[in-house]
């Protein structure tokens, strides 16, 4: 008897923070993406790709979570010790791109690429280590028009996916206010860039944790449902009140929300200029006619990652859903961005401005589920049409078939499994499909093949037998044609069910 050990069965299993996608999934987010690049297009965007990795160093400081390991990049050493990542976002890489190719590209360079990347970081309820992103960007453009230009392409972009008018707002600010705020209770300097970082990030969390969520990051820290407790900014009592009144300037209408936030800034140079081209940002909204509440000025953007210089934005979804707990809350962000003027800036050593934003591409997918767009609720690809082999020595006959129908532009398969009849309709079944082609030895001797409608029959076992009409269907269920005829028959069936 053997003494050796049997192998252990390996555990199928996914890495946490990360999904499989089934083809409807997949044919749901071709047709949104689809819709998102013919907007993008309609602005003059073009294509381009980069890849998944990128030198470390490449992407500099500007990472999203400091306090995971890799400092929130999945890393790795190549084999001349050069560290590689992955990307974390589509900017960064688009930053390397263009600096690479700078005296080739015309400038103003506007692009867009989708991809997935991926983020080193705690998965949770909602929060994947790869998702999708969808940017487009403007670089070589220092005006803020290019700003407004993408605030207002973001809105037309969510109505062409099928989010209603009054469904949504694009949300401005300005980074220069936060850094005049920021400057004005002694958070100025690079000695102070981390708790700056903190600071943003806390205000990025307006909407999830609320105001005083917000005051506790911005003090000593907040401990979260799940027990986890994040370390606040450790600002005093009288900067947290200034950075929340900061985040709670909007008045009515943009002119009051911009004086509230020149009164805010009062005193700092760079936060003036950043209400300025607030100002200049606003009138452009006005001038394009998306002032009717599609697009807005709201301190309480600020966005979390600290390349951003100037002008922010963000795409909320303002109707309501359910969430996990079954709480009735509003579906929120599901796109956001800003300018990035030093990010190529640090390849070049000159000023490069550059703005852009990134749609979530399976956030995006989730709210068009929410609401039913019939972008996202119809089927996949049509199943395809089935060939069953009822005698396998026939096998190359039966090929013959199905090349037939897929010339005739039917998609179709021919059954390579080893069972018999009843489990080859059975996996037809399950695959879908509307209908298979039969031919055993009777009908191959006349020359015919049996066409059997898979969605009738099911109709017709569920029906009362007695019915005058019920033979005339069953007729339509199941008959045969000559094999001349098999296209034509076969069609026949797919439009009835269309």
Same mark, same amino acid.
């Given at each position: 008897?053997?003494?050796?050990?049997?192998?252990?069965?390996?555990?199928?299993?996914?890495?946490?923070?990360?999904?499989?996608?089934?083809?409807?999934?997949?044919?749901?987010?071709?047709?949104?993406?689809?819709?998102?690049?013919?907007?993008?297009?309609?602005?003059?965007?073009?294509?381009?790709?980069?890849?998944?990795?990128?030198?470390?160093?490449?992407?500099?400081?500007?990472?999203?979570?400091?306090?995971?390991?890799?400092?929130?990049?999945?890393?790795? !050493?190549?084999?001349?010790? !050069?560290?590689?990542?992955?990307?974390?976002?589509?900017?960064?890489?688009?930053?390397?791109?263009?600096?690479?190719?700078?005296?080739?590209?015309?400038?103003?360079?506007?692009?867009?690429?989708?991809?997935?990347?991926?983020?080193?970081?705690?998965?949770?309820?909602?929060?994947?280590?790869?998702?999708?992103?969808?940017?487009?960007?403007?670089?070589?453009?220092?005006?803020?028009?290019?700003?407004?230009?993408?605030?207002?392409?973001?809105?037309?972009?969510?109505?062409?996916?099928?989010?209603?008018?009054?469904?949504?707002?694009?949300?401005?600010?300005?980074?220069?206010?936060?850094?005049?705020?920021?400057?004005?209770?002694?958070?100025?300097?690079?000695?102070?860039?981390?708790?700056?970082?903190?600071?943003?990030?806390?205000?990025?969390?307006?909407?999830?944790?609320?105001?005083?969520?917000?005051?506790?990051?911005?003090?000593?820290?907040?401990?979260?449902?799940?027990?986890?407790?994040?370390?606040?900014?450790?600002?005093?009592?009288?900067?947290?009140?200034?950075?929340?009144?900061?985040?709670?300037?909007?008045?009515?209408?943009?002119?009051?929300?911009?004086?509230?936030?020149?009164?805010?800034?009062?005193?700092?140079?760079?936060?003036?200029?950043?209400?300025?081209?607030?100002?200049?940002?606003?009138?452009?909204?006005?001038?394009?006619?998306?002032?009717?509440?599609?697009?807005?000025?709201?301190?309480?953007?600020?966005?979390?990652?600290?390349?951003?210089?100037?002008?922010?934005?963000?795409?909320?979804?303002?109707?309501?859903?359910?969430?996990?707990?079954? !709480?009735?809350?509003?579906?929120?962000?599901?796109?956001?961005?800003?300018?990035?003027?030093?990010?190529?800036?640090?390849?070049?050593?000159?000023?490069?401005?550059?703005?852009?934003?990134?749609?979530?591409?399976?956030?995006?997918?989730?709210?068009?589920?929410?609401?039913?767009?019939?972008?996202?609720?119809?089927?996949?690809?049509?199943?395809?049409?089935?060939?069953?082999?009822?005698?396998?020595?026939?096998?190359?006959?039966?090929?013959?078939?199905?090349? !037939?129908?897929?010339?005739?532009?039917?998609?179709?398969?021919?059954?390579?499994?080893?069972?018999?009849?009843?489990?080859?309709?059975?996996?037809?079944?399950?695959?879908?499909?509307?209908?298979?082609?039969?031919?055993?030895?009777?009908?191959?001797?006349?020359?015919?093949?049996?066409?059997?409608?898979?969605?009738?029959?099911?109709?017709?076992?569920?029906?009362?037998?007695?019915?005058?009409?019920?033979?005339?269907?069953?007729?339509?269920?199941?008959?045969?044609?000559?094999?001349?005829?098999?296209?034509?028959?076969?069609?026949?069936?797919?439009?009835?069910?269309?």
């Amino acid at each position: 008897m053997s003494d050796t050990p049997k192998p252990q069965k390996l555990l199928a299993r996914l890495p946490r923070g990360f999904a499989d996608r089934g083809p409807g999934d997949v044919a749901a987010t071709e047709r949104m993406l689809a819709k998102i690049r013919e907007t993008y297009e309609l602005y003059g965007f073009e294509a381009v790709e980069t890849p998944f990795v990128e030198f470390t160093d490449a992407l500099g400081k500007f990472l999203p979570d400091q306090d995971r390991p890799n400092e929130g990049v999945f890393s790795f !050493q190549d084999d001349d010790e !050069q560290w590689l990542s992955l990307r974390y976002d589509l900017t960064a890489p688009l930053a390397r791109y263009v600096a690479e190719n700078f005296d080739a590209l015309p400038k103003p360079y506007r692009s867009y690429r989708a991809g997935w990347v991926f983020r080193n970081e705690k998965p949770g309820p909602g929060r994947f280590r790869q998702f999708m992103q969808f940017d487009a960007d403007t670089v070589g453009a220092a005006t803020v028009a290019a700003d407004a230009e993408i605030c207002m392409m973001a809105a037309d972009t969510l109505e062409r996916v099928g989010i209603k008018r009054g469904d949504y707002v694009i949300k401005v600010n300005n980074r220069k206010v936060l850094d005049g705020v920021l400057e004005a209770i002694g958070l100025g300097g690079e000695e102070n860039a981390g708790r700056r970082l903190t600071v943003l990030r806390a205000i990025d969390k307006l909407d999830k944790v609320g105001p005083e969520g917000v005051r506790d990051l911005l003090g000593k820290g907040r401990m979260d449902p799940s027990g986890d407790f994040t370390k606040g900014a450790e600002l005093d009592i009288a900067a947290i009140d200034r950075v929340l009144a900061f985040t709670s300037a909007k008045g009515a209408r943009a002119e009051a929300t911009l004086a509230n936030l020149a009164e805010v800034v009062a005193g700092s140079p760079r936060g003036t200029e950043g209400v300025a081209e607030l100002k200049e940002i606003a009138a452009l909204v006005v001038a394009g006619g998306y002032d009717d509440g599609r697009v807005v000025i709201d301190p309480a953007v600020v966005r979390g990652l600290e390349y951003y210089t100037g002008p922010v934005y963000e795409a909320e979804l303002t109707f309501e859903v359910t969430n996990d707990e079954g !709480q009735i809350v509003r579906f929120g962000s599901v796109a956001g961005g800003g300018r990035y003027d030093g990010l190529v800036s640090r390849f070049r050593g000159e000023p490069v401005p550059a703005t852009g934003f990134s749609i979530g591409v399976s956030r995006l997918l989730a709210a068009l589920k929410a609401i039913n767009s019939p972008l996202v609720a119809t089927a996949g690809a049509e199943a395809p049409v089935v060939v069953l082999v009822m005698d396998r020595s026939e096998i190359a006959h039966y090929q013959q078939l199905v090349g !037939q129908l897929r010339a005739a532009g039917i998609r179709s398969e021919l059954y390579l499994g080893s069972s018999g009849m009843k489990a080859q309709m059975k996996y037809a079944d399950r695959r879908g499909s509307r209908c298979v082609v039969i031919q055993g030895s009777d009908e191959r001797a006349k020359g015919e093949v049996t066409i059997k409608d898979l969605v009738l029959g099911a109709e017709l076992a569920g029906a009362d037998k007695n019915r005058e009409d019920y033979l005339a269907r069953q007729a339509e269920a199941q008959f045969a044609v000559p094999e001349a005829q098999t296209i034509e028959a076969v069609k026949k069936v797919l439009a009835r069910h269309r």
